[in-house]
Structure formats: C-alpha cells, structure tokens
T-cell receptor, first 113, second 114 residues
Framework: AQSVTQLDSHVSVSEGTPVLLRCNYSSSYSPSLFWYVQHPNKGLQLLLKYTSAATLVKGINGFEAEFKKSETSFHLTKPSAHMSDAAEYFCVVSDRGAQKMVFGQGTRLTINP | NAGVTQTPKFQVLKTGQSMTLQCAQDMNHNSMYWYRQDPGMGLRLIYYSASEGTTDKGEVPNGYNVSRLNKREFSLRLESAAPSQTSVYFC?????????????FGPGTRLLVL
C-alpha cells in the first residue's frame, strides 16, 4: 500500500530565506511523486513531479525536489522565499499498484515580510 | 482553453436535499476524478472514471453517486445530503490514468450542508 506523510502542517519563513517542506512516502513499487500547490480559494496546480528519471527535479517558480530512495523522502526546497509563495502545498504519491494518487495532509507555508 | 471547469462554485443545502456537482474538461482526457478536501486531511478520492463508460469507487464513496456522461463530463450526485458532506469538492482529469501522469484540477465547489 502507498502512503505519504508531510512532516510539518505549518512552516513559516521570512521573505528571502530558504524554504524546506518535508515529505516521506511509502510505496511497494517504483513510485511517481508530485508536489502540488494550492493558493487560497483556488484549485491545485502542479509544481513538479518525479517519474524515475533524474532524482533532482526542477519545477515552476524556482522550486525543486530531490528523490531519495534510501530515505524514502521527496522534500521540496526553494533558495529564496517570495511573498507569492504563501499557499498550501501537497505531496502526492502514485504507483502502479494502486493506480491512483494518494495525497499528504498538506503543509501551509506562511511568508513573513 | 478552459481546462477543467466546475459548477456551481458554492452551494448551501439542507440535510436531506439532493444536488449534482458538474465537471467538464476540454483536454480530451480519458480519466476523470472526484475528490473531497477537508482540513488537515489532504484530498481523498471519492470516485474515478478511467474511461468513458466506466466508473470505480475511491477511498470515500459512501453517500455519493457519479455519472460519466460522455468523454468531457463527469458529475457527482449527493442523493440525501448530510452535514458530514460539508467539504470542498474538486474534479480532476488526466490523459490516460497512468501513475506518472499529471492530474489537472478544477477550481472547486464549496458545499455547506446545514
């Protein structure tokens, strides 16, 4: 069975400082992993995804994530936070066993001026 | 190119009332999904349709029914609404339903059941 755990429900950083959102996953097969972002009262937008190619994945708006099989992690990072990054972020796992996406609980990112 | 559209944006129901949430996509995708989002629980899959003419239960199907009307449209029906169904509902679509495919989401429907 597949599952995903986002280790922080809320992260708060100052504008211009690095962002780290942590995600651990469990999968019986080679997983596909995604990060989605949801701005207030909006739908979900894909930030980036890993599908067994390069382990360091670059996404939109300067975000990137590294797939680490040995640690079963897929943490999301950004070198310098911007006010527009304030949103909820979801880590998602999908594999051929379940053939559907499983979402983490979400991490709310707050950016302080 | 509108992507995934949902109607209505917001709805208030009384317990026991019925309603249908509509979803349409214009990307010629084969697979469509309905999720509900509750605070602290991420998104949970209610039903999905791998292709036109097929539907399958997801994680939380009780109290809901779905219809894949054609390739574009996938509706979600609440026959007798309950306060526990107060939530934000998202429709999504993907090209073929394979695990590595991106799902594209609509803007959501906020439902309040009194």
């Amino acid at each position: 069975a597949q599952s995903v755990t986002q280790l922080d429900s809320h992260v708060s950083v100052s504008e211009g400082t690095p962002v780290l959102l942590r995600c651990n996953y469990s999968s019986s097969y080679s997983p596909s992993l995604f990060w989605y972002v949801q701005h207030p009262n909006k739908g979900l937008q894909l930030l980036l995804k890993y599908t067994s190619a390069a382990t360091l994945v670059k996404g939109i708006n300067g975000f990137e994530a590294e797939f680490k099989k040995s640690e079963t992690s897929f943490h999301l990072t950004k070198p310098s936070a911007h006010m527009s990054d304030a949103a909820e972020y979801f880590c998602v796992v999908s594999d051929r066993g379940a053939q559907k996406m499983v979402f983490g609980q979400g991490t709310r990112l707050t950016i302080n001026p | 190119n509108a992507g995934v559209t949902q109607t209505p944006k917001f709805q208030v129901l009384k317990t026991g009332q019925s309603m249908t949430l509509q979803c349409a996509q214009d990307m010629n995708h084969n697979s469509m999904y309905w999720y509900r989002q509750d605070p602290g629980m991420g998104l949970r899959l209610i039903y999905y349709s791998a292709s036109e003419g097929t539907t399958d239960k997801g994680e939380v199907p009780n109290g809901y029914n779905v219809s894949r009307l054609n390739k574009r449209e996938f509706s979600l029906r609440l026959e007798s609404a309950a306060p526990s169904q107060t939530s934000v509902y998202f429709c999504a679509s993907s090209e073929g339903g394979a695990p590595e495919e991106t799902q594209y989401f609509g803007p959501g429907t906020r439902l309040l059941v009194l």
